[in-house]
């Protein structure tokens, strides 16, 4: 009898255990595996300092286009001289860029309307009626704030998340 009993013990002790070892294991493998992802795909940095002014470059962010434009002072004061009230989606370039880098467009480069990639970020191609990139899909035209000026887009380019790390490293994410 005393032998029996003790089976009982060790059965039941091995239960709790495998239970007890489940019950931990699952939520470490629902809170690794989406995290994982997202620290891969969380941020994205780039050196900057080889644009030229009136220079766009295309990087990649979260798999998605990102146009990075040095506008000229020319592109600036065109931005700067619009009603920010008249436009559809109104935002200034100050609002669009960072303090001290106000030269520096930072967009992701899909269109708002159907999420084509607009041109103009590359060299030779065309940027449309207001000088700052063209979507030939429906035809959205946005100015070089990357503000929607024309054509069948509801809001302006989108600003991701970013802040410069030094005078030439931008981290967007
Ligand atoms: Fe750009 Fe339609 S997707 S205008």
């Known amino acids: 009898e005393g032998y029996r009993r003790r089976d009982f013990i060790d059965i039941a002790a ?3 255990a495998g239970i007890g070892g489940a019950a931990v294991l699952l939520p470490l493998i629902s809170q690794m595996s989406p995290s994982k992802d997202v620290l891969a795909e969380s941020s994205t940095e780039i050196d900057v300092s080889a644009i030229e002014i009136g220079q766009a470059i295309k990087a990649v962010f979260r798999k998605q286009p990102l146009f990075v434009r ?3 002072a020319a592109e600036v004061a065109e931005a700067n001289g619009v009603a920010v009230d008249s436009l559809r989606d ?3 370039l100050a609002d669009r860029t960072k303090e001290g880098h106000g030269d520096m467009l930072i967009t992701m480069g ?3 309307h159907l999420g084509c990639v607009p041109l103009g970020a590359a060299e030779g191609e065309v940027r449309g009626e207001f000088g700052g990139y063209f979507c030939p899909c429906h035809g959205s035209h946005y100015d070089t704030a990357g503000r929607i ?3 069948p887009a509801p809001t ?3 600003v991701p998340e970013y802040e410069f790390t030094s005078d030439t490293v931008v981290r967007v994410g």
């Open 90 to 92: 109104p935002e200034s």
């Open 110 to 112: 899909v269109c708002t």
């Open 156 to 158: 302006n380019l989108e």
């Open 14 to 16: 091995v239960s709790a």
């Open 70 to 72: 040095r506008l000229t």
């Open 149 to 151: 000026r024309k054509g």
